[in-house]
């Protein structure tokens, strides 16, 4: 069983910064890859970022490539989402998850994912 818990969320203007943490319990983090997601207002839970176990491979959606970046420290068993020159569409609720499948790669598809965190509010404001 795996526990994660997202911390970082708030409310900021439009083209202002965030990070968004999300701590993993257990031993065997550095077996997972990583996602973030996030769920607007009446739609769908979409991928955002992903990371690959090592680090060493993320993939993002086109919407946020350049502003946000992925990052992890195993050390810590903690997984990062910098997310800059925020926009009032990247308001939603952010959630965390984690890939158990020793993935070489990314996933990113939501079925990829074993556990999720409870989510963060992020709310952006023109």
């Known amino acids: 069983q795996v526990q994660l818990v997202e911390s970082g969320g708030g409310l900021v203007q439009a083209g202002g910064s965030l990070r968004l943490s999300c701590a993993a319990s257990?031993?065997?983090?550095?077996?997972?890859?990583m996602g973030w997601f996030r769920q607007a207002p009446g739609k769908e839970r979409d991928f955002v970022a992903g990371?690959?176990?090592?680090?060493?491979?993320?993939y993002y959606v086109n919407s946020v490539k350049g502003r946000f970046t992925i990052s992890r420290d195993n050390a810590k068993n903690t997984v990062y989402l910098q997310m800059n020159s925020l926009k009032p569409e990247d308001t939603a609720v952010y959630y965390c998850?984690?890939?158990?499948?020793?993935?070489?790669?990314?996933?990113?598809?939501?079925?990829?994912?074993?556990?999720w965190g409870q989510g963060t509010q992020v709310t952006v404001s023109s």
């Open positions: 990371i690959s176990r090592s680090g060493y491979s993320t």
């Open positions: 998850a984690a890939d158990t499948a020793l993935r070489a790669g990314v996933a990113a598809g939501e079925y990829a994912y074993d556990y």
């Open positions: 257990g031993r065997m983090f550095r077996d997972y890859g």
